[in-house]
């Protein structure tokens, strides 16, 4: 009986010396949802990104490591739009996982639950890289990031109720730091209100509408096509007769058209981190609009 229950307690107290697992594996596709993902599920989810600040989301392949992290995935985050409209699809086809197919509860589009800017009245592919939605890259608009926070803690809950209480604690916990952080965001970024910016592509789109800056002109002549030494031309000679203020670029593309403009305009071109990652001080989403608006502020001061 002694042996029984030295047994017994050596038992327990192995099982309470192993590291806790996360509840849910949690598959994002843009980095963005992954910080949210951590920031209202701590230690109660383990997340895994399908794509850093330095990758075009537009061109991901559908790896067989992807697919492997897919399989596994209790829950899928995805801007959706058809921004992944690329390789999300094979993506969940070959994972063969009912839990994050469209419809099932473990499947989160964030772009459904936010208004939508630049919605198509034309659907062309002449046009470029147009998507039918609107534009998907919806997360540089922080009041957006507190809706998506709002469906995110809803549907942890739902996947995980024993955690019900972490969730929904760590989401008034994030609502209150967010509120805090959009006030001081909204005071800082006054000062670029009607500012004209040259942008790469329309990923910049719903932080322009945030900041009341203008769109002046795109490096790409069309969204999703590489800028072209005739386009550029037209860019020069339109900045000459209607200078933008500031040229950006995101941590993705590359610097080189930018840099053309920059030269021969003598307008001040800058890099932004776009998401989570993209700069040293863009390490969380907080870090996401503090490092933006601050590069934006000492480039047209």
Not at 83 to 107: C, F, K
Request: proline content about 7%; overall charge neutral; aromatic content about 8%.
């Amino acid at each position: 009986m002694k042996t029984i229950l030295r047994f017994v307690v050596a038992l327990s107290t192995a099982f309470a010396m192993l590291p806790a697992t996360a509840a849910l594996n949690v598959f994002v596709c843009e980095a963005e949802w992954g910080a949210l993902t951590q920031e209202l599920a701590g230690d109660k989810a383990s997340v895994y990104s399908a794509t850093t600040a330095l990758q075009d989301v537009h061109r991901v392949e559908a790896r067989p490591s992807l697919i492997a992290r897919a399989r596994s995935a209790d829950m899928l985050i995805c801007s959706g739009s058809e921004l992944e409209v690329g390789w999300l699809p094979l993506l969940l086809t070959q994972s063969g996982n009912a839990r994050i197919q469209p419809g099932s509860a473990g499947y989160l589009e964030a772009s459904q639950f936010v208004p939508k800017l630049e919605i198509p009245k034309v659907v062309d592919r002449a046009l470029g890289d147009v998507h039918p939605s609107g534009n998907p890259h919806i997360h540089l608009d922080p009041r957006n990031i507190a809706r998506v926070a709002d469906a995110l803690a809803e549907r942890l809950v739902q996947l995980d109720p024993a955690d019900a209480d972490v969730f929904r604690a760590r989401a008034n916990s994030f609502h209150e730091r967010w509120r805090a952080a959009m006030s001081r965001w909204e005071k800082e970024a006054a000062r670029l209100k009607g500012v004209p910016v040259v942008v790469y592509h329309k990923d910049m789109s719903y932080f322009i509408n945030w900041a009341g800056m203008r769109e002046a002109g795109s490096l790409e002549p069309k969204p999703g096509l590489p800028p072209t030494p005739t386009h550029l031309a037209e860019l020069v000679e339109r900045m000459k007769r209607e200078p933008a203020k500031v040229i950006v670029y995101s941590a993705y593309n590359s610097p080189r058209a930018a840099e053309f403009l920059s030269e021969r305009t003598g307008i001040p071109a800058v890099m932004l981190p776009f998401t989570v990652g993209g700069t040293d001080k863009a390490r969380d989403l907080f870090g996401l609009f503090d490092d933006t608006i601050g590069r934006l502020l000492a480039t047209v001061k």
